[in-house]
């Protein structure tokens, strides 16, 4: 195995040695930029780059790059260099709204002693507001589709790299990053190089969209189609089973918005119900454990209706010697 030490050390510095570049490209190219960071945060692991003592969490390579990337928005905002449609600025009004909203539930956390932490508690909060810069650095730097091809080859790369990976962690081959740290024994459940199996499934689940479109709307038919296939198969791997139920009535809805075809929409429909009469049984069932201890099929399949049990986990235990 990798020594985890060595492994988390040179990731951390390959991480750090690329945020100096991509500053300097934010000055040079913004649309760049933006891209950049959003390839950053899809495959680079979530590694510290400033810890907070005595906590598990702290500042990672990403807050830095959405920071700056913030305060090039509201400086060209400011300077009316670039401008926000309508919709985008209806978004942001109403997700600000709901700001405060998650400060009072802070506090009321605090005083009711489920909070711990409160300077950490309002840090997550807060890291669930930093993607949206994405949103708001892609509106004001893109303006048409043809400008946004290599966000959109990006993604497409991304949702076959996490599938290898976590095809690679199911199998027992590779470890993953938690808490920051390389830990070499595989995952309970497939989490790329994401921090966690719902953190995986719900950036797969964000990305669906694109490859539905793409396989109704675009020329490009047969990547859209494997990119649903992969984005639904490396879902059902996390076996985030909410993530599970989105992703398949999802499908379900942009073909009832996109495809007014009665045939194709049945021909979505009817898995997609099979698949959600499937999942009912198990949504409040337990889901601790291990899911997975090699790539059989008949395992996995198991492994998703009984909604926990450990699949898998003593076979990894004899052949690591480790337990989790």
Excluded: C
Aim: net charge positive.
């Amino acid at each position: 195995m990798i020594d985890a030490v060595v492994t988390t050390a040179a990731v951390a510095a390959a991480a750090v040695a690329l945020l100096l570049p991509l500053a300097l490209v934010l000055v040079a190219s913004p649309r760049l930029f933006v891209l950049a960071t959003a390839a950053y945060i899809v495959f680079v692991p979530k590694l510290t780059v400033l810890a907070v003592p005595g906590t598990t969490v702290g500042l990672r390579g990403e807050d830095l790059l959405l920071s700056l990337l913030l305060l090039k928005v509201l400086g060209d905002l400011l300077a009316r260099r670039v401008t926000l449609p309508r919709p985008a600025r209806t978004i942001t009004v109403w997700l600000l709204l709901l700001l405060p909203v998650g400060l009072v539930g802070i506090l009321v956390g605090t005083a009711a002693g489920t909070v711990e932490d409160p300077a950490i508690a309002a840090m997550f909060l807060l890291r669930r507001y930093e993607y949206f810069v994405l949103f708001l650095g892609g509106v004001a730097y893109f303006s048409s589709a043809r400008e946004a091809r290599g966000l959109v080859a990006m993604l497409e790369a991304s949702v076959h790299f996490h599938f290898g990976v976590a095809l690679l962690q199911a199998a027992g081959l590779v470890g993953g990053f938690r808490f920051g740290v390389y830990r070499p024994v595989p995952p309970d459940r497939v989490i790329s190089t994401f921090g966690g199996a719902y953190e995986l499934a719900a950036y797969l689940i964000v990305v669906l969209p694109l490859f539905v479109w793409m396989v109704l709307r675009t020329p490009r038919r047969l990547a859209g189609v494997v990119g649903v296939v992969l984005v639904l198969v490396t879902t059902w791997m996390t076996q985030a089973r909410t993530s599970i139920a989105a992703g398949l009535v999802l499908v379900v809805v942009m073909v009832a918005v996109l495809q007014r075809n009665k045939l194709v929409l049945l021909a979505a429909a009817v898995p997609a119900a099979a698949g959600l009469a499937l999942w009912a049984p198990t949504a409040a069932r337990s889901v601790s454990g291990s899911r997975f201890g090699s790539l059989d099929v008949v395992e996995m399949w198991q492994a998703t209706v009984r909604g926990g049990g450990g699949v898998g986990v003593e076979p990894r235990r004899a052949a690591t010697g480790r337990t989790r």
